[in-house]
């Protein structure tokens, strides 16, 4: 059994292997709320284009009513035009024009129906795509609601392991406590058993006197790891 200050220590490693794996759960959740914000922009990046693949084709089928608009008027002068004329070569020649817009409005027409039943097509694509991609939206905004309640619980649980851990350290000596502070800055965890004359965190071979350490039963000596540093206790296991 460790005497009374490893078990000490072994306490307050325990108690501040909680408040470590709170900080660092706590740490995570502005990334994981960036990537849930970054999911709903996306989102919505998906309905703007949707959105706007509908409003080109309404753009296009409007220029193409201007159009058509405008070779009708075309139309209406040019046999007002030919109803005036004497000559008959510029009756002829008006009859082409008249041919001809007659024509080009009666393409523009036909482009106007392959455009109109695009919109429709993309009316329904939008209509089915804004519904999933809202429906995803509402999910991911349920996600953020939880990571808030989530983020304020780790924020109170994370007070409470700071007491504990500063309740466990209470009492400890104080060179004991430089000891396990100054291990602790560089590796985790702290206080490890030696079984086997190898230290259980870096599992390399320690020297008699680190041994002998570990096995005393005097409060002021610890063992310490000749290669990591780490508080050793002794482990017959």
Not at 8 to 23: G, I, M, S, Y
Not at 72 to 79: D, G, N, Q, V
Not at 162 to 167: G, I, L, P, Q, S
Request: glycine share 6%; net charge neutral; proline share 3%.
């Amino acid at each position: 059994m460790p005497h009374a200050v490893l078990t000490q220590l072994l306490v307050v490693q325990d108690r501040d292997a909680r408040r470590r794996q709170l900080e660092q759960q706590l740490a995570a959740v502005p990334g994981d709320r960036a990537q849930v914000q970054k999911a709903i922009a996306t989102e919505k990046t998906a309905i703007d284009d949707a959105r706007n693949e509908l409003r080109e084709l309404e753009t296009k089928r409007k220029l193409m009513e201007t159009e058509i608009g405008s070779a009708e008027t075309k139309l209406a002068k040019y046999r007002t035009q030919q109803l005036s004329v004497k000559k008959n070569e510029e009756y002829q020649a008006l009859g082409k024009e008249i041919d001809t817009t007659a024509a080009l409005i009666g393409a523009l027409e036909e482009q106007e129906l392959g455009v109109m039943y695009q919109i429709d097509e993309a009316k329904k694509r939008f209509a089915a795509a804004e519904a999933v991609l809202k429906g995803n939206i509402a999910q991911h905004d349920a996600r953020l609601a939880t990571l808030a309640e989530r983020e304020k619980n780790l924020a109170s649980e994370l007070v409470e392991a700071k007491a504990a851990v500063a309740a466990a350290r209470t009492g400890v000596p104080e060179l004991s406590v430089r000891v396990y502070d100054r291990v602790a800055a560089r590796q985790w965890p702290v206080v490890v058993p030696l079984r086997g004359g190898k230290c259980g965190g870096c599992h390399l071979k320690v020297s008699s006197e680190a041994e002998s350490g570990s096995r005393s039963a005097d409060p002021l000596k610890l063992g310490t790891c000749d290669q990591c540093g780490r508080v050793l206790y002794w482990d017959a296991n």
